[in-house]
């Protein structure tokens, strides 16, 4: 019951996923990024544990594809369990488990990997990727251009899952999850139990973008912050 592209930018070092469900709180159980490190999707029967499992294996230097099968070996249930991955290199893996009741597909692309389960068609998965795929605006060396970049091809990818059929049941939870240097993330924003999540999550990034800069000179430099002239977005 979710769909989702992890990613890895070459240009920026940049890691991310995004993440549609029709499971409340989606963007709790299944997105997970380390700085650095890579990504890990765990969907379908979704383990938990897999997340921080995941990104620890990629740290101590496995690639996607040895870390996607140590999740799959150590998994109790590992037929119910849909994984990918992608790695510090840019390479891809996943894995569907057999005895997924529905729809189960994916697609690979460069330094990218869609998933989803109870699709409504074989070509959801292969969609995002190529709206991906399909937004390479040349970047700036500015930092506080490539992060929004990157998240508006992130986003395009769930746009294209969504407009490619999406799931079986309407979605109502969606995530944007990006990490760049820090130990904490660039970007978490997440929709719960709202109708037209993507939609939703597009709109809310959009509030976000304009000071994502400030989150980070907040916990480095606070004393250079000036107050925000829209006292709402005071934190």
């Given at each position: 019951?979710?769909?989702?592209?992890?990613?890895?930018?070459?240009?920026?070092g940049l890691f991310g996923i995004a993440v549609a469900s029709s499971s409340i709180a989606v963007g709790n159980r299944c997105p997970w990024a380390k700085a650095g490190v890579g990504v890990i999707a765990t969907q379908h029967r979704t383990d938990i544990r897999c997340g921080p499992l995941g990104l620890d294996l990629l740290a101590k230097g496995f690639s996607a594809r040895e870390t996607v099968d140590i999740l799959?070996?150590?998994?109790?249930?590992?037929?119910?369990?849909?994984?990918?991955?992608?790695?510090?290199?840019?390479?891809?893996?996943?894995?569907?488990?057999?005895?997924?009741?529905s729809i189960a597909t994916a697609h690979q692309g460069e330094a990218c990997v869609s998933v989803g389960n109870f699709?409504?068609?074989h070509e959801v998965t292969?969609?995002?990727?190529?709206?991906?795929?399909?937004?390479?605006?040349?970047?700036?060396?500015?930092?506080?251009?490539?992060?929004?970049?990157?998240?508006?091809r992130l986003l395009a990818a769930l746009d294209a899952g969504v407009a490619a059929g999406g799931e079986t049941q309407p979605a109502m939870?969606?995530?944007?999850?990006?990490?760049?240097?820090?130990?904490?993330?660039?970007?978490d924003l997440r929709v719960d139990f709202e109708p037209n999540p993507a939609?939703?999550?597009?709109?809310?990034?959009?509030?976000y973008a304009p000071i994502i800069d400030r989150f980070v000179t907040q916990v480095l430099e606070p004393a250079t912050l000036k107050p925000l002239i829209n006292s709402a977005l005071q934190v």
């Open positions: 019951m979710t769909f989702s592209l992890s990613a890895f930018d070459r240009q920026t799959v070996n150590s998994s109790e249930h590992p037929n119910l369990r849909q994984f990918a991955a992608v790695d510090r290199d840019g390479r891809t893996a996943f894995f569907n488990g057999p005895d997924i009741e699709m409504a068609n292969a969609a995002m990727v190529r709206g991906y795929e399909a937004n390479t605006a040349p970047y700036s060396a500015t930092p506080n251009v490539a992060a929004p970049l990157f998240a508006e939870a969606a995530a944007l999850l990006i990490v760049d240097k820090h130990d904490w993330p660039l970007v939609t939703k999550l597009r709109s809310l990034w959009r509030s």
